[in-house]
Structures are given as C-alpha cells and as structure tokens.
C-alpha cells in the first residue's frame, strides 16, 4: 500500500516535501510520478533500491527524491516551485527496469514498469 501525503497550494518559488508511506519501501524500485492538468503522467524522479537516483531532466536541480527506512517512507522535496508544477503528483513502487549509469543501477522512468500506485497529492503553486 502507497499513500502519499503533503500536498499544498504554495506561492511559485516556494518549496514543499511530499511523503509517501510505503509498504513497499524495499521494492526494487520506488518514484514520484506527476499529472499535469490534461497531460499525460510523467516521471518526476526515481529510486533504486540501492540507492541510485534518476530526475527528470526538466527537474534537475530542483529535485530531491530519497527514501527514510526507519519510517517507511518515500520522500520528495521540491525547491523552487513553478506554476507549471502544478499537477496531482503520484508515488510508485515496483521491479522496474533497470538501466546501468554512472556506475549504479537506476530505475527507468516509466509508468508502465511500475506495479502499485498511490492515490494521489495535490500539488498547486501559483504566481
């Protein structure tokens, strides 16, 4: 079971930390996905169990993703919101695919290799 928590309405240029209590903190694979409104879900960052990390290049930067084993938690931060973050954002969990980089193993950020799903957490950050 996956549910996320944390979502809120922010001024742009703030930040927020998303939290998604996972039974399945040692999945294989774990990621934030996001939904912009009328759009297609997309990935924001992923995680490997061992701790190889992937963020979506529109997000580098602004982007943390790791994971809290004493709390069984899949954590998100997000610096410097923008108004096009905006979007129902989603934790995930699953076997993955792996693609090898940079000497880790890092899970493929796509919807389709990821099995359990959260409900969801809003998102808004406004000008």
């Known amino acids: 079971k996956l549910e996320e928590s944390g979502g809120d309405s922010v001024q742009a240029g703030g930040s927020l930390t998303l939290s998604c209590a996972a039974s399945?903190?040692?999945?294989?694979?774990m990621a934030w996905f996001r939904q912009r409104p009328g759009q297609d879900r997309e990935a924001v960052a992923t995680i490997h169990r061992n701790g190889g990390t992937l963020v979506a290049h529109s997000m580098e930067g602004r982007v943390t993703i790791s994971k809290d084993k004493s709390k069984n938690t899949l954590d998100l931060q997000i610096q410097t919101l923008k108004p096009e973050d905006t979007a129902i954002y989603y934790c995930?969990?699953?076997?993955?695919?792996?693609?090898?980089?940079?000497?880790?193993?890092?899970?493929?950020?796509?919807?389709?290799?990821?099995?359990?799903w959260g409900q969801g957490t809003q998102v808004t950050a406004s000008s």
């Open positions: 995930a969990a699953g076997q993955g695919r792996l693609s090898y980089r940079g000497g880790a193993w890092i899970c493929d950020p796509e919807v389709r290799f990821f099995d359990y």
């Open positions: 399945h903190v040692e999945e294989r694979c």
